[in-house]
């Protein structure tokens, strides 16, 4: 099966950055509330991305290929 296209892949990626993005923001940002904000971000970052690159991203391909191949057996 090929890649999905670069539109769906930005899609992917937006529906695992921006849950991930706001727990933090509402989880992990109030804890460090004296912090500068560059060190806000850096912390927000290092939690985001390995979780989205490594558990989220991979999940939601397995369910878009899922899709797609049942999309492709009804057609």
Known sequence: MKPPSVHIRA???WL???PLVSIGFYTVIPLMA???P???VLVLT???VPA????????L???YFKLAAR???KS
């Open 11 to 13: 899609l992917i990626t």
């Open 16 to 18: 695992a950055i921006f």
């Open 34 to 36: 004296g912090a500068h």
């Open 38 to 40: 560059l060190l806000k």
């Open 46 to 48: 290092l939690l985001v």
């Open 52 to 59: 989205a690159v490594y558990l989220v991203v991979p999940n």
């Open 61 to 63: 391909m397995k369910v």
């Open 71 to 73: 999309s492709r057996a």
